[in-house]
């Protein structure tokens, strides 16, 4: 029994010492991204989906990657 509870005690400090190796970097700064929209747009839905935000003003459609704060894709909705 004491020879378990030793066992889990190495692993649990393991674990921990391979977390802390293993941080992922948060990009510094505001985490605000310019889409170039004009003052009067409003987001009418705005989607998460894993690291995907999708944001839909009505007239366009923007795909930003939230960790690296870029936008993948900009799509701009026209009447036909």
């Given amino acids: ?3 378990l509870i ?4 190495l692993g649990l400090i393991g ?4 977390k802390i190796k293993n941080r992922v970097v948060v990009p510094e700064g505001t985490g ?4 170039g929209l004009p003052a009067s747009s409003q987001v009418r839905e705005a989607t998460l989906t ?3 935000l999708t944001i839909n003003t009505g007239t ?4 930003v990657e ?3 704060r870029k936008v993948l894709l900009r799509v701009k ?3 036909p």
């Fill in 32 to 35: 605000l991204v310019e889409l």
């Fill in 6 to 9: 030793i066992l889990l005690f």
């Fill in 66 to 68: 939230v960790s690296t």
């Fill in 1 to 3: 029994m004491g020879a």
């Fill in 60 to 63: 366009e459609v923007f795909v």
């Fill in 15 to 18: 674990g921990i010492i391979y």
């Fill in 77 to 79: 909705a026209t009447s």
């Fill in 50 to 52: 894993g690291d995907k």
